[in-house]
């Protein structure tokens, strides 16, 4: 299971702030590039079981350093997360 620190942009997103969302390293670098773009987002902590997330995706997680985020989207909703805690399964 992961804790997330996770911000949910809703809508269409713009193709250009992803890419500037590429080398964000901080939540507070994903934050301010949002709003410089005048996008509204929701944030809150999301649990999330890793057995939902793709192994791919996963992968590419387990590399990133402690506190950088990773950018995930989705259809009409595109996420930024950060991972608070890793909960070991039962």
């Known amino acids: ?6 911000l949910r942009v809703r ?4 193709r ?3 890419n500037e969302l590429g080398p964000a ?4 670098a994903v934050i301010d590039i949002l ?4 996008l509204k987002f929701e944030r809150g902590d ?3 079981p890793t057995s939902l997330v793709p192994e791919e995706l996963m992968a590419e997680i387990n ?3 402690p506190g950088e985020p990773f950018i ?7 996420t930024a997360n950060v991972i608070r805690e890793r909960i070991p399964a039962e």
């Open 1 to 6: 299971m992961l804790l997330l620190d996770q």
């Open 11 to 14: 809508g269409e997103f713009p």
């Open 16 to 18: 250009d702030v992803l």
């Open 25 to 28: 390293r901080t939540m507070r």
């Open 35 to 38: 709003n410089r773009h005048g």
């Open 46 to 48: 999301v649990r999330i």
């Open 63 to 65: 590399k990133l350093p």
């Open 72 to 78: 995930v989207p989705a259809g009409d909703i595109m």
